[in-house]
Every structure is written in structure tokens, then in C-alpha cells.
């Protein structure tokens, strides 16, 4: 069968299709998978650019939605046909973190081999059923990006009907993000560099935008509009959370999940401390929280916007795609 690897020590120049064994059948607890489709997140990028160091011909991608071929002895939560989409930590079932979801050893595309494969064979922690109706492709957005932004409001931030969100930039988190507030009648904020994107946002029901680089105080500016916000998605990291605290409201919450900027920043600590924010961080979510973001998008109309899809093969056109920063939303990739 075919699997698109990266060989050490990594760059989108090592990655490549390759032949594998076929995985077999499944033991008990297990399922056998056919993998349809996938989604690129920054983690996978990272994994594929040498970003983060993996083994030699690591198989790429965290994300992966595709058909139940068959069942192990014991496992009653799926049947052969059954439409699903893996999990990112297969380790974590449901609860609060602990410390093997600390780190990347347990997830699919970095630690363990990922789901760019045509098939699959893992244990019933590492899939839910994908939402009714929707493609394979459409499946794959949900186990990092769609799962982080779920887990940002919903979970963690409470969001509630008249709150008002933030979120930077339009790649997968953020626009799910978006979807999720509208949704769930919120008020959002959006920033970008691109006009055309911030007019993408508007027709997906953004209230108001902001192009940083025409308004680089982008935090006090959402402050003005609205009063201050309650949530911020914060994906750039150290670049950019000092404007995020100047945007939050008294009491607020931001939700850090990225580090496009880099990994280490000064944090105004007094600013931390008069706005009486509460600043956590968060990587993706657990299997319960996956399979109650499933059943919520069964309900609320909001399928996932997706920029471009690729063939698995070309995979590092897709990275390199992904790197330029022009997607809107999602890019993903099938056989």
C-alpha cells in the first residue's frame, strides 16, 4: 500500500509516496481503516520541515477521515462502513490533561506513525465517527484545527450567546473558530494582512475586521469596536500577545494556541494583572470533547471552508502551499 513519509532529518524536499506493508487485520480493541482523506495543520508542517525531529520515514499527518473495513474482537462502537476521523490523542479518551498528553509522543504524524497511509489498523481511542453527511475531506478538518477551536470556546471558554471573540488571522483554527462563535450568536473580530481575506471572513458572518497592517495597534482598535472582547484566539504567539491583552475586556479569556511567531515572549505581566485575564494554553482536545464537537456540528450549519485540496502524492506541493500563508481555511489532501 502507499504512505507519504518524511526521511530524516526532515524538509519538504524529504518528503515522498513510498510502499508499505499492508497494516492486517485488526486485533481486539482494534479497527482497520481505510483512509480517504486528510488535513495539513502548522504541527504537520513543522514534523515535515524538520521543524520538529521524528524518526526516518515517519508517515505525515495527525489528521485522517475515511471507512471501517472491518472490526476487532470486542469492538462494538463501530461496524465495517462506518464513516470516521481519527483523534489526535488516542491516549486521552476523556478528563483533564495529564502528563502523556504533555507532549507529542502519543500523537499521530510526530510520535507515532500518521494517517497519510491508504490504510490504517489502531485502537478505537484513535477514531470517531465523522459527522453525518459530510465528505472525507470535509471529516479530516476536525481533529486538529476544528477540535482546538471547539475546546478554545466552548470548553474551556464558556462561550455564550452576546460574547464577543477575536481571532487572528483566517487558517483553519480561526475560521472554525468564527464559524463555532457565529454560531452559537457571538460577536467576532477578525485580523488579517489581506483585505480579500477579511471580505471572505465578512461573508462567513465576521462583524468586524481588521487588517494589522494598515491598523498595527489592532488591539486597541478591537477594543474600540466593541467595548473590549471577551475571548482571543491567539495563534501568533509571542508577536502578538501583548495586542491581544490590549483588546480583552476585564475578566477576559484568551485561549493560546499558536506559536507562528516563535515560542518564547514578554508577557506584560501588569496589563495580565489589571485586565484580571485569563491566559491558557491548550494542544487540540480529548476523544469526548471530539465526539460532543461532532454531534454539535450535526446540528449547527457550519461546514468546514476549505481552500484547496491536493492528491496525497503531491503532499509537499500542499506544505509548500500551506507555508506561503495564501490558504483560506483549510487545505487538504486524498487519494
Known amino acids: 500500500m502507499k504512505a507519504v513519509v518524511v526521511a530524516a532529518p526532515g524538509g519538504l524536499d524529504k518528503v515522498s ?9 485488526p486485533k481486539a480493541g482494534e479497527i482497520r481503516v481505510a483512509i480517504k482523506a486528510g488535513s495539513l495543520n502548522f504541527h504537520d508542517l513543522l514534523v515535515a520541515n524538520g521543524g520538529i525531529p ?14 471501517v473495513e472491518e472490526v476487532g474482537e470486542g469492538v462494538t462502537e463501530f461496524k465495517p462502513g ?30 507515532l506513525q500518521g494517517m497519510a497511509s491508504e490504510y490504517v489498523v489502531r485502537s478505537v481511542n484513535a477514531f470517531t465517527h465523522a459527522p453525518q453527511g459530510w465528505s472525507h475531506a470535509q471529516a479530516a478538518t476536525i481533529t486538529t484545527s476544528g477540535l482546538t477551536a471547539w475546546r478554545a470556546l466552548v470548553v474551556n471558554g464558556q462561550l455564550k450567546a452576546g460574547d464577543t471573540v477575536l481571532v487572528q ?14 454560531a452559537m450568536g457571538a460577536i467576532v473580530v477578525v485580523t488579517s494582512s489581506s483585505d480579500e481575506k477579511l471580505d471572505a471572513a465578512k461573508k462567513l458572518g465576521a462583524d468586524y475586521t481588521i487588517n494589522y497592517n494598515t491598523e498595527p495597534k489592532w488591539g486597541r482598535k478591537a477594543a474600540e469596536l466593541t467595548g473590549g472582547v471577551d475571548h482571543v484566539i491567539e495563534v501568533g504567539g509571542p508577536a502578538t500577545i501583548g495586542q491581544s491583552l490590549n483588546a480583552l475586556k476585564v475578566g477576559g479569556h484568551i485561549a493560546q494556541i499558536g506559536i507562528l511567531s516563535g515560542t518564547t515572549a514578554e508577557l506584560p505581566v501588569m496589563q495580565l494583572l489589571a485586565k484580571q485575564a485569563r491566559l491558557q494554553g491548550l494542544i487540540v482536545a480529548n476523544r469526548q470533547d471530539q465526539q460532543n464537537f461532532v454531534k454539535a456540528l450535526e446540528v449547527i450549519d457550519a461546514q468546514p471552508v476549505i481552500d484547496t485540496t491536493y492528491e496525497y502524492a503531491e503532499l509537499a506541493e500542499a506544505f509548500a502551499y500551506q507555508q506561503s500563508g495564501q490558504h483560506f481555511g483549510k487545505i487538504c489532501v486524498q487519494w
Do not use: Y
Open 82 to 111: 462506518d464513516h470516521v476521523v481519527s483523534t489526535f490523542f488516542p491516549v486521552w479518551p476523556a478528563g483533564p490533561a495529564f502528563a502523556d498528553v504533555g507532549h507529542f509522543r502519543n500523537v499521530p504524524g510526530d510520535g
Open 169 to 182: 488571522g483566517t487558517g483553519g483554527v480561526s475560521i472554525t473558530a468564527l464559524q463555532i462563535a457565529k
Open 17 to 25: 509516496l513510498i510502499d508499505i506493508a499492508d497494516p492486517g487485520k
Open 54 to 67: 521524528t524518526e526516518d520515514n515517519r508517515i505525515l499527518l495527525s489528521d485522517g477521515a475515511g471507512v
